[in-house]
């Protein structure tokens, strides 16, 4: 079935489709693009947010936590009226308050071997959004398996990190970058200043849009390095490449 542009969505995409390089096959394109994301926190967010905003078709959120008060710190999707429910859902909640025309499926519980590849089948991206190892190396092997593209993010302090890899085109994953993890700096809730975090999910969500269209961007090669204090920016070239 051939996906078109209403007249509608070209005059709520008008912003983008006025860029020099975005067509209205691209906006098509993210129309027809289903994600999962993993992590509706500080990261999550302003991916989910933006995602929604720019018109990718279906948005897969998987978090199974619930919203508590030090998350409004820096997780601006909820409220106070949201605290003691469910992550995921209202992250579907106000995507679809964002963007009717878009599909969000919330995803309740935690991402697990038993079921990261019935989530994760059929989507054009893999998006790291959460906080720990054991997820990280899980959407690193379901990439691999099922040859769909990850993209991993992190923040912590003033520093973010950010790196997309596509086992198409590289034999260089997240375990490679990341072999030894330190399990201990799971179990500690770990300073971040709220804004460094939608900075660097917004940089994700960017990174994510680039992904869709089959854009060209340094982070396929090279990890990404944000520190806001500076500001500045470094990469830091995948090993083997």
């Known amino acids: 079935m ?25 906006q098509v394109l993210l129309k027809d693009s289903k994600v999962l994301i993993v992590g509706a926190g500080g990261l999550g967010s302003p991916i989910i947010a933006y995602l929604a905003a720019a018109g990718v078709g279906e948005l897969r959120i998987a978090d199974e936590d619930s919203v ?25 909640r106000e995507a679809k308050r964002l963007n009717s025309k ?9 991402i ?25 190396y899980l959407l690193d092997e379901t990439s691999a398996l099922l040859q769909i593209p990850y993209l991993y993010g992190a923040v912590e302090y003033y520093v973010g990190q950010i790196a997309l890899f596509r086992y198409r085109d590289s034999k260089v994953g997240y375990r490679d970058l990341f072999p030894r993890p330190d399990m201990d700096k799971e179990k ?25 269209l089959h854009r060209e961007t340094a982070i396929s090669k090279a ?6 204090k500076g500001p500045s920016i470094q990469l830091l070239r995948f090993p083997y490449e």
């Not at 601006?76 to 992550?87: A, H, I, M, S, Y």
């Not at 079921?115 to 054991?134: F, Q």
């Open 102 to 110: 878009i599909a969000a499926i919330p995803i309740v519980q935690r």
């Open 2 to 26: 051939k996906i078109s542009l209403e007249p509608l969505e070209q005059e709520r995409y008008q912003r983008q489709l006025a860029l020099d390089d975005f067509s209205s096959k691209d």
């Open 188 to 212: 500690l809730a770990i300073p971040v200043l709220g804004a460094v975090a939608g900075t660097v999910g917004c940089m994700i969500a960017t990174e994510a849009i680039k992904a869709l």
């Open 112 to 136: 697990a071997p038993e079921n990261v590849a019935s989530y994760a089948e059929g989507c054009d991206l893999l998006i790291d959004a959460c906080d720990n190892y054991t997820t990280r």
């Open 68 to 92: 508590s008060l030090s998350n409004l710190q820096r997780q601006v999707l909820f409220r106070e009226e949201d605290l003691g429910k469910n992550k995921a859902a209202i992250a579907v």
């Open 223 to 228: 990890l990404m390095l944000y520190d806001a």
